[in-house]
C-alpha cells in the first residue's frame, strides 16, 4: 500500500471518528466498562483521554499531528490492567475498524501497533 495508514483510516476526521466508536464501545463491554464508565461523570477528564488518544493514533500512524499526553507506562502506571482486559480494548478496536470499512492491512497495521503497546499498558 502507498497510502500512509493515517490516510487509510480517514486521516483526522476518520481517526476522530474511530476513537469516539470506541471510547463509546469500551463503554457498553461489560468486561472493561468499569473502567470507563466513571469517565462520564468527568468530562473534562474523558475530553483530554478522547483527544490523546486522537492525537496518538493521528501521530502513531504517520499524520501531522503530535502527540501531547503522557507516555503509555506513566499513563496506564497504578492501573493495574490485565491481559484480559488489554485484549477487550483491542477487540472493540478491531470491531469499530470493521464497522466503519477499514481494509485487513490496516486493521493488521492497527493491532500491530496496540500489540506493540501490550508491555507499557498490561499491570503498570
Known amino acids: 500500500m ?3 495508514l493515517y490516510d487509510r483510516l480517514g486521516s483526522s476526521a476518520g481517526i ?3 476513537v469516539n466508536e470506541v471510547v463509546q464501545a469500551h463503554m457498553n463491554n461489560p468486561a472493561i466498562n468499569a473502567r ?3 469517565l462520564k461523570e468527568q468530562p473534562e477528564h474523558l475530553a483530554s483521554i478522547t483527544k490523546h ?3 496518538f493514533f493521528s501521530a502513531g500512524s504517520g499524520g501531522p ?4 499526553g503522557k507516555d503509555m507506562v506513566t499513563a496506564h502506571t497504578g ?3 490485565s491481559r484480559g482486559e488489554f ?3 483491542i477487540d472493540d478496536v478491531l470491531q469499530v475498524l470493521e464497522n466503519n470499512n477499514i ?3 490496516s486493521k493488521k497495521d492497527v493491532l500491530a501497533i496496540l500489540w506493540s503497546l501490550k508491555s507499557m499498558v498490561i499491570s503498570q
Open 2 to 4: 502507498d497510502k500512509l
Open 16 to 18: 476522530t471518528q474511530i
Open 36 to 38: 470507563f464508565l466513571p
Open 53 to 55: 488518544t486522537i492525537e
Open 65 to 68: 499531528e503530535t502527540y501531547s
Open 79 to 81: 492501573m493495574n490492567i
Open 87 to 89: 485484549t477487550h480494548v
Open 103 to 105: 481494509d485487513e492491512e
